[in-house]
């Protein structure tokens, strides 16, 4: 009998190592890029960050001191946390309204960190961000719009996500509060590595899942 109970919690430890964290989550929808987004949408030298949008509204300064990228990728042994120290951005807000704002991010893939050193050195090379080649990610806004069967703060965003010289369009469920002192957007949704031209070359892409955890936490302060 005690030799049964421990397999079986070794099995069952075993099992939540190799649970997929995107499983429960939303993936994100993805679509080609809006018709004004200045990045070409493959994976080649030509391929730009999305441009800054002038702001029409109360710009408010997204930093890596205020906000947070991070993500979660996995494989069949288990999963790594990470994420990216340096960014900069805006959220427009416009008349105090969510639905009538803009969010643009500008991610230095150079900053990226993991859990693990030597992973960090890994996801830094041509096996995945290849920051050397594609130094800046972007993502802006395209629309914004209320999901008040969610609740009164629950947003769908979409917007052209620029990553490893490929930009996509991409849909996400976000909450978005815009209160006196600050604006925040949180989200957690799982986009396909492979749509972005991630690829680890090889057999052992077969070992890596695809779909990668995105969390996002953007906290603007409001000028006084």
Same mark, same amino acid.
């Given at each position: 009998?005690?030799?049964l109970?421990?397999?079986?919690?070794?099995?069952?430890?075993?099992?939540?190592?190799?649970?997929?964290?995107?499983?429960?989550?939303?993936?994100?929808?993805?679509?080609?890029?809006?018709?004004?987004?200045?990045?070409?949408?493959?994976n080649?030298?030509?391929?730009?960050?999305?441009?800054?949008?002038?702001?029409?509204?109360?710009?408010?300064?997204?930093?890596?001191?205020?906000?947070?990228?991070?993500?979660?990728?996995?494989?069949?042994? @288990?999963?790594? $946390?990470?994420?990216?120290?340096?960014?900069?951005?805006?959220?427009?807000?416009?008349?105090?309204?969510a639905? $009538?704002?803009?969010?643009?991010?500008?991610?230095?893939t150079?900053?990226?960190?993991?859990?693990?050193?030597?992973?960090?050195?890994?996801?830094?090379?041509?096996?995945?961000?290849?920051? $050397?080649?594609?130094?800046?990610?972007?993502?802006?806004?395209?629309?914004?719009?209320?999901?008040?069967?969610?609740?009164?703060?629950?947003?769908?965003?979409?917007?052209?996500?620029?990553?490893?010289?490929?930009?996509?369009?991409?849909?996400?469920?976000?909450?978005?509060k815009?209160?006196?002192?600050?604006?925040?957007?949180?989200?957690?949704?799982?986009?396909n590595?492979?749509?972005? @031209?991630?690829?680890?070359? @090889?057999?052992?892409?077969?070992?890596?899942?695809?779909?990668?955890?995105?969390?996002?936490?953007?906290?603007?302060?409001?000028?006084?």
């Amino acid at each position: 009998m005690k030799y049964l109970m421990t397999a079986v919690i070794g099995v069952s430890l075993f099992a939540a190592a190799c649970a997929d964290p995107a499983a429960n989550k939303t993936k994100a929808t993805v679509n080609e890029p809006s018709a004004n987004s200045n990045a070409a949408g493959s994976n080649t030298a030509a391929a730009k960050p999305v441009a800054a949008p002038a702001v029409k509204g109360e710009g408010l300064a997204i930093s890596g001191d205020n906000s947070k990228v991070e993500f979660t990728g996995s494989k069949v042994t @288990g999963k790594h $946390e990470g994420g990216f120290k340096a960014l900069t951005g805006t959220i427009d807000l416009v008349n105090g309204k969510a639905a $009538e704002s803009s969010v643009w991010v500008e991610i230095d893939t150079t900053s990226v960190y993991s859990d693990d050193e030597k992973l960090t050195g890994h996801l830094k090379s041509k096996d995945f961000f290849e920051v $050397e080649k594609f130094p800046k990610a972007s993502f802006k806004s395209t629309k914004i719009e209320a999901d008040t069967a969610k609740g009164a703060d629950a947003y769908t965003v979409t917007g052209d996500f620029d990553l490893h010289g490929v930009t996509k369009s991409i849909s996400f469920p976000a909450t978005i509060k815009a209160g006196a002192d600050s604006v925040e957007v949180d989200a957690e949704f799982s986009i396909n590595r492979k749509d972005f @031209g991630i690829v680890y070359a @090889g057999q052992a892409d077969n070992l890596i899942n695809d779909l990668v955890v995105i969390k996002l936490n953007l906290k603007a302060p409001r000028k006084k």
